[in-house]
């Protein structure tokens, strides 16, 4: 079946270092790969996608390559800030599939001033 | 625009009551429909899906049933709840030809079995 693996939190940062999410999957097929974002208290946001191999998805200075040989879709940040502070899921598609969404288990980020 | 939403944003209710959350989407036609469940700390687990009115597909044995009774009207029912319904429920909406993949959710309900 299809599965997504992210790094488990919390993840404890202070303001302007490096953020990095490790996300793998498993899929039969050709995923279509996600980021979302929590925010404390609200539904979830996308924040970046990537539909095949060597795309790269970014937004609002957060980005993922998605790498085809290495079945994985890292998001990265050169330089976090206080508002960034949420939960980050990793989540594949497949269209075989009805498009609906496979999650991994979420990243909490806390950023600290 | 398109736009999602979903009541009520909390609800607090006794075990063995009834549950009715509803959702609704504007700006679109013929979406197809989903409601995810997120259990405290833990992920997002796909509950109920729908790609028309009447059509309804269940991931998980459970406690709760689904119903689409109009094209945009997505409402998620228990006839007795249980303490382990307990959790933050999102509905999400995406377009029907697959688009690009993408679902949109609504802001969740946070509801508290007690």
């Known amino acids: 079946g299809n599965s997504v693996t992210q790094m488990e939190g919390p993840v404890t940062l202070s303001e302007e270092a490096f953020l990095t999410i490790n996300c793998t999957y498993t899929?039969?097929?050709?995923?279509?790969l996600f980021w979302y974002v929590q925010y404390p208290g609200e539904g979830l946001q996308l924040l970046l996608k990537?539909?095949?191999?060597?795309d790269k998805g970014s937004n609002k200075g957060f980005e993922a390559t998605y790498r085809k040989e290495t079945t994985s879709f890292h998001l990265e940040k050169g330089s976090v800030q206080v508002s960034d502070s949420a939960v980050y899921f990793c989540?594949?598609?497949?269209?075989?599939?009805?498009?609906?969404?496979?999650f991994g288990g979420g990243t909490r980020v806390l950023v600290k001033p | 625009s398109q736009t999602i939403h979903q009541w009520p944003a909390t609800l607090v209710q006794p075990v063995g009551s009834p549950l009715s959350l509803e959702c609704t989407v504007e700006?679109?036609?013929?979406?197809?429909l989903y409601w995810y469940r997120q259990a405290a700390g833990r992920g997002l687990q796909l509950l109920f899906y729908?790609?028309?009115?009447?059509?309804i597909s269940s991931e998980v044995p459970q406690n709760l049933s689904a119903s689409r009774p109009q094209d945009r009207q997505f409402i998620l029912s228990s006839k007795k709840l249980l303490l382990s319904d307990s959790g933050f429920y999102l509905c999400?909406?995406?377009?029907?030809?697959?688009?690009?993949?993408?679902?949109?959710f609504g802001a969740g309900t946070r509801l508290s079995v007690l």
């Open positions: 899929a039969t097929g050709y995923p279509s």
């Open positions: 990537a539909t095949k191999a060597d």
């Open positions: 729908s790609v028309g009115i009447g059509q």
């Open positions: 700006g679109t036609s013929n979406p197809n």
């Open positions: 999400a909406w995406s377009n029907s030809d697959g688009g690009k993949n993408i679902q949109y």
């Open positions: 989540a594949l598609s497949l269209k075989a599939a009805g498009n609906k969404l496979t």
